[in-house]
Structure formats: C-alpha cells, structure tokens
C-alpha cells in the first residue's frame, strides 16, 4: 500500500478511536513502518493509539514515540498508584498471593516477581493499566518454569496446525533450555502474528518469547 494512504488510513482510525484524542498524535509512515510522536493525557491513551494503528491493515510495525503528559489537576502521589495497584492484583484470584512486587516512581510502576503464566503476566500490566495519574509500566514479571512438560516444541507446532488462523508451514519454532521460545518465518497479518503468539504462551513450560515472525 502506498504510505500516503496508509497514513490518511491510520488517521482516520485514531480519530474514529472514542480512547484516543487524535489532535496531539503525529503521524509518519516509511514503507509500511509507522511512527507515532505527540502526546497523549494518559497511558491508557498511549496504548489505545498502539492499538488502534496496529488494527490498520498495511502495518508491518509501529515505533511509537508518545509521551504521557497528565495535566497538574489529575497527577496522582506515587503512594497512592502504589496503593491502589496493589489493591487490584489482591483482589484478583487470578494472581498468586505475595509473589509480585510493586514499586512506584515518578508515576511509572514497576512490576516485579514470577507468575506460573503468561496470562497472569499479561493480566497484571492489563488491569494495572487503567489506572489514574499512571506514567508507564516496566513488566518485569517473570514466569516460573514448568518442566513436567517435556516437549514443547511439539506441543506449539500441534497448537499452530490445529489452528485455522496460522499458516504452521510457514513459521519455525526453537526452544531454548530454559523454556525460552523463538518464532521464525512469515505470517500474514498482525492478527496472525497474535495468534501464533497466544498460542505459544497457552503451552506449559514456555518462560519467554522472542517472535521474529515477518509480517508479509
């Protein structure tokens, strides 16, 4: 696709995108790559813009440069944010109690510790996220090796042929020892990549991700 309609395609998505206030977002586009500069009043925001320019079709990646500015009335105490994460992953069965750590600065949160799951992992920056007076959040959540599960690569190659989205003839996979999975090849779309993604972490035994998957 051609990158002037690319870009008058994205804007159109941030503007139609009710979380995201399109005005302060500028937006350039180099073959398929997009950049994303402005600001934004809160994360929430910066992750809504993430997501609405990655829906667009014609997207191979996104370097997003917006910068969180919250206006003086709406800043929250560090103590505070602290507080209140810590509240929301306690009331949440889904975590395991006393494993994650959390420390705030300057409006960014920190999150620290090991979960059994990427969908804890995922989970826990998600529901933190939607916080007021939040700068950014640094997931440093790690995940508990599982090694009942003896073969993992044979697991994900089976999840990815099962699936009707993910081309599996296309896509290499390489676990590493410690649980650590590399995805190679081609896929067709970010929703493809996503999926391959999902389906990885839905494996027991996978710790970390790396996806070198090139969108076509």
């Known amino acids: 696709m051609n990158d002037l309609l690319l870009r008058q395609d994205i804007l159109d998505e941030l503007n139609f995108d009710p979380e995201v206030q399109a005005a302060h977002i500028a937006v350039a586009v180099d073959k398929g790559i997009v950049t ?5 009043a809160n994360y929430a925001e910066k992750l ?12 191979r990646a996104v370097a997003e440069e917006l910068e969180v500015r919250i206006p003086n009335h709406k800043k929250t105490a560090d103590d505070e944010i602290a507080s ?8 949440d069965t889904a975590f395991p109690k006393d494993r994650i750590q959390i420390t705030v600065h300057n409006g960014w949160v920190y999150l620290d510790g090991a979960v059994d799951w990427q969908f804890q992992r995922a989970a826990a920056q998600d529901r933190i996220a939607k ?4 700068v950014g959040v640094v997931n440093n959540l790690t995940i508990k090796n599982r090694p009942e599960v003896s073969n993992i690569r044979r697991h994900i190659e089976e999840a990815f042929r099962r699936h009707a989205a993910i081309d599996a003839e296309e896509i290499r996979v390489r ?39 090139h969108i076509l």
Do not use: F, M, Q, Y
């Open 48 to 59: 809504a813009a993430e997501a609405a320019v990655r829906r667009v079709k014609g997207v």
């Open 36 to 40: 994303l500069a402005g600001h934004v």
């Open 131 to 134: 916080l007021s007076g939040l």
């Open 84 to 91: 209140r994460a810590a509240d929301i992953l306690s009331w």
């Open 175 to 213: 676990v590493e020892d410690d649980g650590k999975v590399v995805l190679e090849g081609n896929v067709h779309g970010w929703s493809e990549r996503a999926a391959a993604e999902n389906a990885v972490w839905g494996v027991s035994g996978v710790t970390r991700l790396e996806s070198n998957l």
